[in-house]
């Protein structure tokens, strides 16, 4: 199942939905290693913009920007730790052992990582997998989920579980 999202409105209440549909669940279900979500999607499809839709409804003031240069940006909100993680400048999955990213991956967090390609081989599976597309001036939106997460996707009105 995909959504269309017409403007940048649309795509921070998608990311507003999930925030909700998490909230809904408390952080006790969450996995012991974290809810790890994956972004997939050309530059510009609107990837930052959910994360920064999904924090703002979390509480989240502060300025939300894709950490390109940063490779991690950590934020707190609701008794939860995020950790919004964009790995486009990437060389090698090996570089975030070396950046310490292992650590996040823990009970009570959430990484939301935009370009997990970049990362294959290292990074946890996925338990959201979120794809933006461009499709004219809107965006599309598919969203899949593994293991008892679908219920998640389903409540936000984003998408079914993955095969």
Request: one cysteine or more; aromatic letters at 6%.
């Amino acid at each position: 199942m995909s959504v269309r999202l017409i403007g940048e409105q649309a795509t921070l209440a998608a990311g507003a939905r999930l925030a909700r549909a998490l909230l809904d669940r408390g952080p006790d279900a969450l996995p012991s290693t974290g809810l790890q979500v994956h972004l997939h999607g050309p530059l510009g499809a609107g990837k930052t913009t959910l994360v920064r839709g999904l924090l703002r409804a979390l509480g989240v003031t502060g300025a939300v920007r894709s950490p390109t240069y940063t490779l991690v940006e950590p934020y707190q909100a609701r008794g939860l730790d995020f950790f919004h993680f964009d790995l486009y400048r990437l060389a090698d999955p090996e570089e975030l052992e070396l950046l310490g990213a292992r650590e996040h991956f823990r009970g009570g967090a959430v990484c939301l990582f935009e370009w997990p390609e970049r990362g294959v081989g290292w990074l946890p599976e996925a338990h959201l997998v979120l794809r933006l597309d461009h499709d004219g001036e809107a965006r599309t939106l598919q969203a899949a989920a593994r293991d008892d997460r679908d219920r998640w996707l389903e409540d936000a009105a984003l998408g079914p579980p993955l095969s």
